[in-house]
């Protein structure tokens, strides 16, 4: 029996029931982000925005979490989806149109490409190898990243709730996510104006 602070065992049960048990909690553990996505997904299109709000508070979810989940469940859709892939794998092609997702996921099921191997190759459009993954440098998908950054502002375009509708810790949350990647655009913005000045010389 499942409870809000543990597993009960009210019988004796046999190793095969025991190691089943294992693999169903393996199993949930990797696909609880998709049940938040489908639930909140189903939450959106069937329930006012005052209900939903009070729903997010009750789960202890964050609003980041919400975010994603939902963003991955509403652009992948169950149909596209691969079992043999975490839901990181899915998160990575969820801007992507539908013949590429489909592209990139059988590539990433395939040649059994890690989440960071998936994000490298897409921007490479070609699937990177072992070699060329390791001299990508660690700080390069924080500066180049700018289908993450594109991710991360659409993700909070295309809430549904009012800003009126947040409390103050969720609208502290909010500035703070937000903040690194508007100073990301400020130096970006910079840097080409920077750049159109010198082409223009």
Known sequence: MVT???????????????????????????VLMWFIGDWWVYGENAFPNDKLATAASLTGFSYKTLYQCNYVSRNVPFSRRLEKLTWSHHLEVASLDAKEQDRWLALAEKHQLSTRALRASIRADRVLTEQELATLSPKTPAIISLAGLSLKFRLFAERNFHIEELDMPALETAERNLRPFVEAHEKVEARLKAMRHVGQG
């Open 4 to 30: 809000p602070v543990g597993l009960v065992f009210p019988r004796r049960v046999s190793f095969q029931q025991w190691d089943e048990i294992g693999q169903t909690l393996a199993k949930i553990d990797g």
